[in-house]
């Protein structure tokens, strides 16, 4: 008897083992099927997954790119707008003096321009304290102002137009001289001293050939 009940707790013991070891196999195999569609999962994402984090990474090079040009930007900006003012005032000029029949359409231009102008200089009055600011509020503004100078650049495009069917405006005054004006203004003194160093060498050398002819 002693025996037999010694038989039966091990065969008990044994299925017991059996039953566990068992169940930790189910376990591994469902680890394992989990962990093999999750990976089919990413693989399949892959592409979307590197495009949306290429995406996003764009987004972050194009908003540093926006907060570093901050003063770039502002400077640009405020020439154009000047210009464009003082564009829109040799127009209005001209348009009295010769009493042109285009008031309607000048008018149109005028509110568009008069429009441009408030939202440019509530974002130029910005700038002083902005770029002092976190990149992303730089960022911010810097975006705007390249907004609001592509808006004065349509405005002067729209204004050269008026400008030839009125004749040209030969009284136009150029605004003020600012910062980007007097760094232009070096790009072209430079310029042309270029331009006459080369026409003296080019006018040294047909000298020389001419003479080198006779």
């Known amino acids: 008897m002693l025996i037999s009940s010694q038989l039966i707790s091990c065969e008990a013991s044994r299925d017991s ?24 999962v990413a693989i399949a994402f892959a592409p979307l997954f590197y495009q949306v984090g290429k995406d996003a990474l764009k ?14 930007n502002y400077e640009a900006l405020q020439w154009e707008l000047n210009f464009l003012l003082d564009f829109k005032s ?14 309607e359409i000048y008018n149109r231009w005028s509110i568009h321009v ?8 509530s974002c130029l009055e ?16 810097s975006r705007k102002m390249v907004s609001l ?17 009125l004749g040209g405006i030969p009284d136009l005054r150029l605004p003020p001289c600012n910062e980007l004006q007097q760094s232009n203004r070096g790009w072209i003194l ?12 080019v006018g040294a050398i047909l000298v020389m050939r001419a003479l080198s002819k006779n």
Do not use: P, W
Request: net charge positive; aromatic share 6%; glycine share 4%.
């Open 126 to 141: 910005k700038y002083e304290h902005i770029r002092k600011c976190y990149a992303v509020r730089r960022s911010k503004l």
């Open 90 to 103: 040799g127009i209005e000029r001209t348009i009295r003096r010769r009493r042109e029949n285009y008031g």
């Open 59 to 72: 987004s972050v090079k194009k908003e540093a790119s926006y907060s570093k040009n901050l003063k770039q």
């Open 17 to 40: 083992q059996i039953q566990k070891d068992s169940h930790f196999s189910h376990q591994v195999l469902q680890m394992t099927t989990l962990v093999v569609e999750i990976i089919a």
């Open 190 to 201: 430079l310029l042309k001293i270029i331009i006459s160093t080369a026409s003296a060498i």
């Open 149 to 165: 100078y592509m808006k004065v650049i349509e405005l002067k495009g729209e204004g050269n137009d008026l400008a030839r069917l």
């Open 114 to 121: 008069h429009e441009v102008e408030e939202k440019a200089k």
